[in-house]
């Protein structure tokens, strides 16, 4: 099924690039903590849950506000909830300076930031996608699906000379610069009028009203939640415990993981790019999500013969590569389902907690298995399995989509 066309037929590029900013900075967020995670193990001893929970609490506060706040924003506009959302993420960060030897005050900071950051995931894919013309929504789908890995890439950037020292309150700190940086930029543009934030006017509401979500739209976007909930389980619990792993059983330092965790996201970061271009060649969403998944689901199972350099090397790559077109491919999902103009921030927050309960399970079913079992390589085989039932969900999805058509 081909990308559909969206309400506007300008693509208004300050609209879109901000949302995309909007997707980085809330990635930077969530993925600060993986690769200073040695560092505060080492440093304050935390147990493994409640350090597998520095990430899954991002999920807790995505569930519970996503929804409400995707339908709030909708009627009243994202200006007084962005605004919100900044000065929770620089509260939230000040509080974990403050108290980082306390595990549980350190949980509550994670809460505060990840309240901030799920206001700005629901309204970046829905910046992005209303302020997108037609020709160009494949390739802005693609930047989309970058926030994760540009996230990824920062914090790892500003971790690895903090990480070599020891350190890891420098993350904590550029992730304020970055919010006070946004948040003046937000101010900007409002100001000059460059992005339509909402709220000044109930035509585009009662337009929304006219084309209610039919039932079964209802049960594919449904089920693409749930399939966003299984990959990204899998997802978080790869780049949660990559750096331990990498540390613990293959005898890493702490900054020679942060720089081998680098390579897979790289590697999804140009994929995802090259979706884009793959999805605007007119090649079907989902056949092509059901190859990665299938491509990922198979890396996983090299873990346990990944000894070596190359067959390590081949298994990021390929990992990395299914990790790039894969989210293309869920980002696109409620554009395909309901249509460019009518997957606003209530389509995205619903997708949306699917993603949050992925970050939530992930890093902590791998504990869980790891502590059953003791050994990393159970956690690999359980993530592929898992991985490869996303396979057959995205099949079960593309059937679906027929039934919409």
Same mark, same amino acid.
């Given at each position: *099924? ?21 997707? &980085? ?22 147990? /493994?849950?409640?350090?597998?929970? &520095? ?33 929770? *993420? ?32 629901? $309204? ?5 996608? *209303? ?32 990480? =070599? ?40 509401? /009662? ?7 039919? /039932? ?6 449904? $089920? ?11 997802? *978080? ?16 330092? =702490? ?37 990665? !998944? ?34 293309? $491919? !869920? ?5 395909? !389902? ?33 502590? !059953? ?16 039932? $996303? ?10 989509? /027929?039934?919409?058509?």
């Amino acid at each position: *099924m081909s990308l559909p066309g969206t309400q506007t037929t300008v693509t208004n590029w300050t609209g879109v690039s901000y949302g995309i900013v909007l997707g &980085f900075v809330a990635a930077y967020f969530q993925f600060k903590v993986p690769p200073v995670l040695p560092v505060l193990l080492d440093d304050y001893s935390y147990d /493994k849950f409640v350090a597998g929970g &520095f990430m899954s609490i991002f999920a807790v506060a995505g569930m519970a506000i996503s929804v409400r706040v995707g339908q709030a924003i909708r009627r009243h506009g994202a200006a007084r909830y962005l605004t919100g959302a900044f000065s929770l *993420m620089i509260i939230g960060s000040l509080l974990g300076l403050a108290v980082p030897e306390s595990g549980a005050l350190m949980l509550v900071s994670r809460t505060i930031e990840g309240l901030g950051a799920a206001v700005l995931a629901v $309204c970046m894919p829905a910046f992005a996608n *209303m302020n997108a013309g037609p020709r160009h929504l494949p390739i802005i789908i693609a930047m989309q699906a970058t926030w994760i890995p540009v996230g990824q890439v920062s914090a790892n950037l500003i971790a690895l000379p903090a990480v =070599a020292a020891g350190q890891w309150q420098p993350v904590w700190w550029a992730g304020i610069a970055a919010t006070i940086a946004v948040a003046v930029w937000t101010l900007a543009i409002a100001r000059r009028g460059h992005v339509d934030f909402g709220g000044r006017s109930t035509a585009q509401s /009662k337009s929304n009203d006219a084309s209610p979500v039919t /039932k079964p739209e209802r049960t594919a976007l449904l $089920c693409a939640a749930m399939l966003f909930f299984l990959w990204q389980a899998q997802f *978080m619990a790869y780049f949660t415990w990559l750096p331990v792993y990498l540390v613990d059983v293959r005898g890493f330092t =702490a900054d020679g993981a942060v720089l081998i965790n680098q390579i897979p996201v790289v590697v999804l970061l140009v994929f995802a790019v090259v979706t884009g271009f793959v999805l605007r060649a007119g090649v079907g969403v989902v056949p092509l999500l059901v190859t990665a !998944l299938s491509l990922q689901a198979l890396s996983w199972l090299l873990v346990p013969v990944a000894d070596s350099v190359t067959i390590g090397t081949i298994s990021l790559v390929a990992w990395g590569i299914a990790a790039g077109i894969t989210p293309t $491919c !869920l980002w696109a999902l409620p554009s395909v !389902l309901l249509g460019g103009h009518r997957a606003d921030t209530h389509a995205f927050a619903v997708v949306l907690t699917g993603r949050y309960l992925g970050i939530l399970a992930g890093p902590l079913i791998a504990v869980a298995i790891f502590r !059953l079992t003791g050994d990393w390589l159970a956690v690999a085989y359980t993530f592929g399995v898992i991985t490869a039932f $996303c396979a057959a969900a995205a099949f079960y999805l593309g059937l679906l989509v /027929k039934r919409i058509d």
